[in-house]
């Protein structure tokens, strides 16, 4: 059965989707519209829903399964889908979130059992159990997360598997540069996310929580380090360097970091993020490429289409 992803622009579509996410809107006319973020297993696309109605809202709101029917048309480089119709699925037609939710190839367990090993590299105590302690408390939703909303890892595990990636290529780079210190930079690699899990709501129809938009996941770890310093009475420069590792890893201020690298490891920490991040879109774009074609453009990559050549 084919998937969202196998569709090209000019085909129509019929198909059983999640919605993503649903926004209400209102044109210059004065016209009510909803956008809809739609997916399968295999990604997501834009559509626009118009002249809806206040019950739209409760009929089409995120998180709901619908049948869709429409045609994918290119809108200013960006993949979009038209609708023609769409409707609520029924309960007896037997179709479930799990079957429409993308998630990391990988299980959570695998990834996590990935992720201990890291551990065994580590030899300051403190920063090794302040590390293990949080990773601890936030166990079960750090395995199922996504890393965002929208963009990079979106999916089911995407948060870990985001971690697990960045992980191997820390350990890359430590092993090419051995005077960064592992320690900072592992467990900077661990924790500089984790606060997403208070940030966002979950691996289903993701949206920001009250905490999540007051706060933001950067400042939610940095309190988090210093709480699990008091209960595990760990006192020292390496809950500040740990701190800092999660408010500089955004790299600019511009970008939502409160502070700019003033650690090596800092440094590198904000190169990794940026790099898989980036990796994982353009993977993602490219593989719903044919060789020889243009992706369709991506925002967080200065809105650029990129080539996929056509050698092996």
């Known amino acids: 059965m084919k998937k969202l992803a196998d569709y090209k622009v000019g085909e129509s579509i019929d198909l059983y989707l999640l919605i993503k996410q649903s926004i209400k809107g209102v044109t210059q006319q004065g ?13 997501d696309i834009e559509a626009k829903l118009w002249d809806t109605k206040e019950e739209h809202a409760l ?11 429409g045609e994918l048309h290119d809108y200013r480089g ?7 119709t769409i409707r609520p699925v029924k309960e007896d037609e037997g179709i ?7 998630s990391a190839e990988k299980s959570k367990e695998v990834l996590l059992e990935e992720l201990m090993q890291y551990f065994f590299e580590m030899k300051n105590p403190h920063i090794q159990r302040i590390t293990r302690h949080l990773l601890k ?18 999916y089911v595990s995407g948060l870990i598997d985001h971690v697990v990636s960045m992980l191997k290529l820390g350990k890359a780079l430590a092993d090419l540069y ?11 690699i661990i924790l500089h996310d984790v606060g997403k899990v208070v940030e966002l709501s979950g691996p289903i129809a993701t949206q920001y929580t009250i905490e999540g938009n007051l706060l933001g996941h950067i400042t939610i770890m940095v309190n988090e380090i210093s709480k699990a310093a008091d209960e595990l009475e760990i006192a020292g420069e390496e809950v500040m360097l740990l701190q800092h590792m999660v408010l500089s890893h955004h790299g600019k201020e511009e970008w939502g970091s409160p502070k700019r690298p003033m650690l090596k490891e800092a440094e590198i920490l904000h190169y990794i993020d940026n790099i898989d991040a980036k990796m994982n879109m353009l993977d ?5 490429t044919e060789p020889g074609e243009f992706t369709e453009r991506i925002f967080p990559l200065d809105n650029r289409s990129f080539y996929k050549p056509g050698i092996e």
């Not at 089409?60 to 029917?69: D, E, L, N, P, Q």
């Not at 479930?96 to 993308?102: A, D, G, K, R, W």
């Not at 051995?178 to 900077?188: E, I, T, V």
């Open 31 to 43: 016209s009510s519209f909803m956008t809809l973020v739609l997916q399968d297993k295999s990604g």
């Open 96 to 102: 479930s979130i799990s079957e429409l939710v993308p």
């Open 137 to 154: 408390k936030h166990q079960s939703a750090f395995m199922t997360y996504p890393a965002a909303t929208k963009n990079h890892h979106d």
């Open 178 to 188: 051995p005077s960064l210190n592992k320690d900072l930079l592992y467990a900077g």
């Open 78 to 84: 960006k993949n979009q889908l038209r609708i023609k």
């Open 284 to 288: 993602r774009a490219l593989g719903k």
């Open 59 to 69: 009929l089409y709101a995120a998180a709901s399964i619908v049948k869709v029917g």
